[in-house]
Each structure stands twice: as C-alpha cells, then as structure tokens.
C-alpha cells in the first residue's frame, strides 16, 4: 500500500498532526535530537544532529510505503511542537503490524496531555485510515509517563527485553506493548 503523506490533516481541539515539509526540518524539529532531556528516554541522541540529517531522514520517510510520520502542531498558533509515526508497516502471516513512537520536543507543552492526545489520534488514524491490525511500541522501562499513556490509551505490556539497547554506557531494558484493533 502506498502511504500518501503529502496530504494528511487530523484536526482536535487544541492540535493536529500533519504531514510535515522541508521548512518543518529546518526548523526546530532536528534540534530536539541534541537535546538530552528530550532523547532521555529514546534510542536517539547518541550522535549528533543536523538539518541535513533531519533532511535525509524527512526524504525516506516521505516516500516510503512503510512509514507514516506526521507532525503535531498545536493548534492556537501552528507551532511544530512533536513528531508521532508508524513505523516499519508490515505483514506478518496475514496481520498488518506498525511501530508506533512520539516525541514533544518543544519542552514548554510538556505535561499539557498533547502528547495523550496525539497517541490517541497515530493509533486511531493507523487503524481506521492505514488498516493496520497491531500496533506495538518499545517504551523504556524507567519512562513511567509514556507508560502511564499507553495504558490510558489502551496497550498492553507484552513483553520485557531486558538489556535491549545501550545508551550513555548503560545497558536500558525495554517494554514492548501492543495495541490490537477492535473488529
């Protein structure tokens, strides 16, 4: 299935996801890689970032078959605050299966519940408009927040990989929760 990014608009009260472009990555979105605090509970900022990278990246996902990254702006004045995708989009013995992730990365619309809000809008479009079946996402064990939301959105923990990535030199486990579509 081909994937049209190029015109995806989800309107809520108070944000939207959409279909990024070229001034959304030179922007402040490439920034939020280099920022620690934000890469805290991500398997991101080991090296550093920049617009060109952030531009690469924006080009394959733009056109690929097996993505679908849309940006969350907040609504009052259309500032790029976060990013939310499905990833890796495929079959698996006849179950269509996505990665869900999401980063706010303008720090000042933290604990506001966008990124809540944006969780239910990925996984709600990913069901209804890209027929996906199973949605999973690895959240680190230590990020009690992004658990807290996956539950309230309705994940299920399915697994715990202990010692599943490394980062600043310390092994990190993560919990793999999935999301199954309701038929």
Not at 49 to 57: A, G, I, S, V, Y
Not at 111 to 120: E, H, N
Request: charged letters at 25%; a positive charge.
């Amino acid at each position: 299935m081909k994937i049209n990014n190029n015109q995806i608009n989800i309107q809520d009260k108070e944000i939207s996801l959409k279909t990024l472009n070229q001034q959304d990555v030179v922007g402040r979105w490439w920034q939020w890689f280099n920022d620690k605090e934000v890469t805290k509970y991500m398997n991101k900022g080991h090296y550093r970032n920049t617009p060109e990278k952030q531009l690469d990246f924006f080009n394959k996902v733009k056109n690929s078959n097996q993505d679908c990254v849309l940006g969350i702006f907040y609504n009052k004045n259309n500032i790029h605050i976060g990013t939310t995708a499905i990833h890796n989009i495929r079959n698996e013995s006849g179950i269509k299966k996505g990665n869900f992730g999401i980063i706010i990365g303008e720090k000042f619309f933290w604990g506001k519940g966008y990124g809540t809000q944006a969780w239910k809008m990925m996984t709600n479009f990913a069901f209804n408009t890209l027929d996906i079946n199973v949605i999973e996402t690895k959240v680190f064990s230590s990020n009690e927040s992004s658990l807290k939301v996956a539950k309230k959105v309705g994940f299920e923990q399915k697994k715990l990989i202990e010692n599943d990535i490394t980062k600043d030199g310390k092994k990190i486990d993560r919990i793999v929760l999935e999301l199954k579509k309701n038929v």
